[in-house]
């Protein structure tokens, strides 16, 4: 069985992710995929950090379009992550490994404190940790979340689930001759606006050098694959000499 090429990993998924086909809430079958994904990697041994968001919920900047205030929004929006966290929690254990949620707004019934050292300590110990609230404060997406708690925790990659199996040059739904990175660097994906995720996340990562690998999460084993370093979806890296062929595409 091949070995995981990486110690610890913060894994995005979105909100979305887990409703499947049904357009809103928890798909079941969708949740106990996900957290069998989760559950494997972390019996490799892989120290494992989940950032899960809420869309699937509600999302606060769609109801803030619609004239409900942002930050109130935003607030509704990181208790739907909560919700998501505990749910995928409930799952991930019934797989047989111990979980926590941390959460950055303060709800001692369903999750714990977000605490670094507390986090990174129940990572040492073969725990994953859910991170449940987002960054804690309005005006911020679960992906800068996501980004945030990479370094905070020192984790050597961020994995950015979606459904989609990597990042292109335009958008695959609509051109059919869409071609997708392999790797591409921060400073290309800025300037061809491929949108790797939003501006602050992606700002995060470029300036502590934070790769990203983004990857299609429906595949099935798909996350085992990334961590055991095979070729799987788009890495984003810092522009460096090693990092010449960044702008090679294959055909999706």
Do not use: W
């Not at 940790?129 to 961020?158: K, Q, S, W, Y």
């Not at 040059?169 to 990175?181: F, I």
């Not at 690998?213 to 984003?236: K, L, Q």
């Amino acid at each position: 069985m091949a070995k995981p090429v990486f110690k610890r990993i913060l894994l995005k998924i979105s909100g979305e992710a887990l409703m499947g086909q049904q357009g809103y809430g928890i798909n079941p079958e969708v949740l106990a995929h996900v957290a069998a994904e989760i559950a494997q990697t972390a019996k490799l041994g892989v120290e494992v950090a989940v950032v899960v968001g809420g869309g699937n919920i509600f999302r606060g900047v769609s109801e803030s379009s619609r004239g409900m205030d942002r930050a109130s929004a935003d607030y509704v929006g990181m208790l739907a992550t909560v919700m998501n966290a505990v749910s995928l929690q409930e799952a991930i254990e019934k797989q047989g490994v111990v979980t926590r949620v941390q959460s950055a707004i303060p709800m001692s019934q369903l999750a714990e404190p977000y605490i670094r050292r507390r986090a990174i300590r129940h990572l040492e110990k073969g725990r994953v940790v859910i991170f449940g609230a987002g960054t804690g404060n309005p005006f911020f997406t679960t992906d800068t979340a996501a980004a945030l708690r990479a370094m905070e925790i020192g984790a050597e990659i961020l994995l950015k689930a979606t459904k989609v199996d990597g990042v292109y040059d335009k958008d695959p739904a609509k051109h059919g001759d869409a071609r997708r990175y392999t790797t591409v660097t921060f400073t290309d994906a800025l300037r061809q606006d491929l949108r790797v995720m939003d501006g602050t996340a992606f700002a995060l990562c470029r300036d502590n050098e934070m790769p990203i690998i983004v990857f299609d999460m429906t595949a099935r084993g798909n996350i085992h694959r990334v961590v055991c370093g095979e070729p799987v979806g788009t890495t984003i890296v810092k522009d460096n000499l090693e990092t010449r062929f960044a702008n090679q595409t294959r055909a999706p």
